[in-house]
């Protein structure tokens, strides 16, 4: 490559950084077809410069902490048997030899074999935050992120009316489609479709993005997603439901304690 051509590719990923992040306006489609109005992509996620080396850490990250490390081999000193000599020490013209299950026998133990391990890396919120913002601008630059009302038009869940709805607005091999925990109608119509991944927006990650083709939000779940992403908590904050409850019967039992020490004075 000439130097030329570096710097040319220099100043443009020096333009794509300085460049800000702006607002994507994106139709959301209803369950029976057509437009059922529009809604903004925040720049600040939909609209970030892309960081590969980022995300490639951040999904190798991922998915080595998805392997169980249960793997196992046994040493020649936990192999069953082997406890005899196998033959004399001298005068048989064979290398010598102390016990049938060291590794050079068939059936004996493994040298440096695996043993049970973590694979998890660790990996900073901010790093995991900052590729999945890269990752979903990736998709909004190319328009594979949608927005949906329903897919459903009723109150009964329906997969063969979800199909057709996901259908008309994503005709792709694999779509992740992020739906709120509580709408229980939208998991029970798209649960057994196998081109479908179903996540809650608080389990939206950068693999599951990258190995979709196209990434389809409800209207709620595109809310609630983007209020999570642009209210980060601060480290070591406690919210309200982290505190820890009173048990049952607490007011009442500091009630009669107060009773008894008032008693007490008197």
């Given at each position: 490559?000439?130097?030329?051509?570096?710097?040319?590719?220099?100043?443009?990923?020096?333009?794509?950084?300085?460049?800000?992040?702006?607002?994507?306006?994106?139709?959301?489609?209803?369950?029976?077809?057509?437009?059922?109005?529009?809604?903004?992509?925040?720049?600040?996620?939909?609209?970030?410069?892309?960081?590969?080396?980022?995300?490639?850490?951040?999904?190798?990250?991922?998915?080595?902490?998805?392997?169980?490390?249960?793997?196992?081999?046994?040493?020649?000193?936990?192999?069953?048997?082997?406890?005899?000599?196998?033959?004399?020490?001298?005068?048989?013209?064979?290398?010598?030899?102390?016990?049938?299950?060291?590794?050079?026998?068939?059936?004996?133990?493994?040298?440096?074999?695996?043993?049970?391990?973590?694979?998890?890396?660790?990996?900073?919120?901010?790093?995991?935050?900052?590729?999945?913002?890269?990752?979903?601008?990736?998709?909004?630059?190319?328009?594979?992120?949608?927005?949906?009302?329903?897919?459903?038009?009723?109150?009964?869940?329906?997969?063969?009316?979800?199909?057709?709805?996901?259908?008309?607005?994503?005709?792709?091999?694999?779509?992740?489609?992020?739906?709120?925990?509580?709408?229980?109608?939208?998991?029970?119509?798209?649960?057994?479709?196998?081109?479908?991944?179903?996540?809650?927006?608080?389990?939206?990650?950068?693999?599951?993005?990258?190995?979709?083709?196209?990434?389809?939000?409800?209207?709620?779940?595109?809310?609630?997603?983007?209020?999570?992403?642009?209210?980060?908590?601060?480290?070591?904050?406690?919210?309200?439901?982290?505190?820890?409850?009173?048990?049952?019967?607490?007011?009442?039992?500091?009630?009669a304690e107060d009773a008894v020490a008032e008693e007490e004075t008197k």
């Amino acid at each position: 490559m000439s130097a030329v051509t570096a710097r040319r590719r220099s100043r443009a990923a020096d333009d794509e950084r300085s460049a800000l992040p702006q607002t994507r306006t994106v139709v959301v489609h209803a369950p029976a077809g057509g437009e059922g109005g529009s809604v903004d992509l925040p720049g600040e996620i939909f609209d970030v410069p892309l960081n590969v080396p980022l995300i490639h850490q951040v999904v190798v990250a991922q998915l080595a902490a998805a392997r169980q490390g249960t793997h196992s081999t046994r040493t020649r000193g936990e192999v069953r048997g082997g406890g005899r000599k196998p033959y004399r020490q001298k005068g048989t013209g064979r290398a010598r030899q102390g016990s049938l299950r060291a590794p050079q026998f068939t059936g004996g133990g493994v040298v440096h074999g695996p043993k049970p391990r973590s694979y998890d890396q660790r990996t900073p919120k901010k790093m995991k935050a900052a590729a999945l913002r890269g990752a979903l601008s990736d998709r909004a630059r190319g328009g594979r992120v949608h927005v949906v009302s329903s897919f459903v038009s009723g109150d009964a869940p329906s997969t063969k009316a979800a199909r057709v709805a996901l259908r008309t607005i994503a005709d792709v091999r694999r779509v992740l489609v992020v739906v709120d925990h509580a709408d229980e109608r939208t998991w029970k119509s798209l649960r057994n479709l196998p081109s479908v991944h179903l996540l809650d927006p608080g389990q939206l990650n950068t693999y599951d993005v990258l190995v979709s083709d196209d990434v389809v939000f409800t209207r709620g779940a595109l809310a609630t997603f983007v209020d999570r992403a642009l209210t980060p908590v601060s480290r070591g904050a406690r919210t309200a439901s982290d505190e820890p409850s009173a048990p049952a019967g607490a007011d009442a039992d500091a009630a009669a304690e107060d009773a008894v020490a008032e008693e007490e004075t008197k």
